[in-house]
């Protein structure tokens, strides 16, 4: 069977407590008040992207919604707004999941990058059809920096999978 070249070693199975943690902790870390900057990134986004990628059956759409809802009723945005980006980048992210794993952690950041353009994009026409104010041409680089934060997001997020499954004196990892 020809394997990708992303896969060379098999990984242990995700745990689910886990995939919770990380969901929560980058909403939390999206939470912090650091004023209105519109080139920040939104690091639940790509956490969601990541498990959409890697765990499509666990993290899917409504876990997207759900969580969308949450940031919606966080920021005092309209009601939905971060909701349906969340929905449709989730939505893309699954549908690219069978693919992304076979190119290298660069190669899969351009890819990936197309999608939070979308999702940041989504989100701004909402905001400006109930007339909402043009954040600046700053709201591009957030979609960049999320995308440059893919690789770091991949390494971090995938270490306890990677880790050896019968640990003994023998075996250095």
Known sequence: MIMPRAAERLLLPANPWFIA??????????MV???RVAAMPDVLAVVLVFWGVHQPRRVGVLWAFVFGLLVDVHDGALLGQH???YSGLSFCAIMLHRRLPWFSLRAQSVQVLPLFF???ALAL???MIVGGMWPGWTVLLAPVIESALWPL???VLLAPQRRAPDRDAHRPL
């Open 153 to 155: 997001a991949s390494v």
């Open 33 to 35: 008040p650091v004023g």
């Open 83 to 85: 909701a349906l980006a």
């Open 118 to 120: 979308a999702a940041h």
């Open 125 to 127: 026409v909402v905001r």
């Open 21 to 30: 943690f990380t969901l929560v902790a980058a909403l939390m870390i999206d």
